[in-house]
């Protein structure tokens, strides 16, 4: 009863869009990094709990080198 019905996990925080309304353009993905798998087995405890995940925020999922394991 006390887990999260949703999750959201950042799959990357890098992206390859130009928005320029986006800090990404004006950094150029400086000090950005791919969701690791240390990460996910952390939260693989509270998965069968959660009714949806999603698995992006503001990176671009499809450029996560480790997009499909997770």
Known sequence: ???????QVESTE???A???M???LYNHNA???DFSKE???????VFPFAE?????GIGE???????LPL
């Open 39 to 45: 990460g996910i087995a952390l939260l693989e405890k």
């Open 61 to 67: 999922p499809f450029i996560a080198e480790n997009i």
């Open 1 to 7: 009863m006390n887990y999260p019905v949703q999750i």
């Open 14 to 16: 890098r992206c390859n």
């Open 22 to 24: 986006c800090e990404h």
């Open 52 to 56: 949806e995940v999603y698995i992006h």
């Open 31 to 33: 000090v950005r990094r």
């Open 18 to 20: 130009q928005c320029v």
